[in-house]
């Protein structure tokens, strides 16, 4: 199964003590929701995937792991699938090139791209599905995530948690990790270093070293 450093880093990082149920948009091969699965033992998943060959990739990765009772599969566009209640939990890696020439494969475009969902329609549709004192979490390059925090506050979300991600000491922040909710609160920021010393740093490999057989 591809293994994605956005996608271990938000696994990771997402707050999910207190959470009962999760939506995971966009779910892929279903790493993300593999992850949070195995960090909440109480924890039942809904994960929706769009594209035909993620989804098979999916569902052998639900049916193989031990979590496949609490993880349900759904096929289909996140804007119109209707689902059962709200959620108190909800994650997403989403497209981020706004714009820019298409990549060749598809499965790959509609991964990357807003095209096929847009930020200002994910928004609108995580604050649909999301209960009131719930709260949702993103990982996003950059330049992308600041404008997405900058559209969700128009909205009327609350930036809770931030997490500014760099690769090494000397680089500039590279991702940012991100948390909303209906709730006002002060937003809590961290920073995170990937690499140190030629290894992995000390704050990556506490936050990850659940999901990486070596460290």
Not at 101 to 113: D, L, Y
Not at 121 to 126: A, G, N, P, T
Not at 142 to 164: H, N, T
């Given at each position: ?64 792991s ?54 200002e ?6 604050w ?13 390059p ?23 991600v ?8 590279s ?6 909710g ?34």
């Open positions: 199964m591809p293994v994605s450093t956005d996608g271990v880093l938000l696994g990771s990082w997402a707050k999910l003590e207190a959470s009962k149920n999760l939506l995971d948009i966009g779910t892929g091969t279903g790493l993300l929701s593999l992850m949070c699965a195995q960090r909440n033992a109480s924890l039942t998943i809904d994960a929706i995937e769009i594209d035909s060959n993620a989804l098979q990739a999916a569902q052998s990765n639900f049916a193989q031990p979590w496949s009772d609490r993880i349900q599969l759904h096929s289909g566009d996140v804007l119109t699938r209707p689902f059962h209640g709200k959620f108190d939990t909800i994650i997403c890696n989403p497209p981020y090139f706004n714009s820019g020439e298409q990549t060749q494969n598809i499965s790959r475009a509609t991964a990357r791209h807003t095209n096929s969902l847009s930020h329609d994910l928004l609108q549709c995580c649909d599905l999301l209960t009131d004192q719930g709260y949702a979490s993103f990982v996003l950059k330049v992308e995530g600041d404008a997405f925090i900058d559209l969700a506050k128009q909205q009327g979300w609350s930036l809770q948690r931030l997490c500014q760099r690769p090494t000491e000397y680089k500039e922040v991702r940012l990790l991100i948390q909303l209906k709730q006002s609160t002060s937003a809590v920021l961290t920073t995170l270093t990937i690499h140190d010393n030629g290894g992995y740093s000390s704050d990556f490999i506490r936050l990850t070293k659940a999901f990486y057989l070596k460290m």
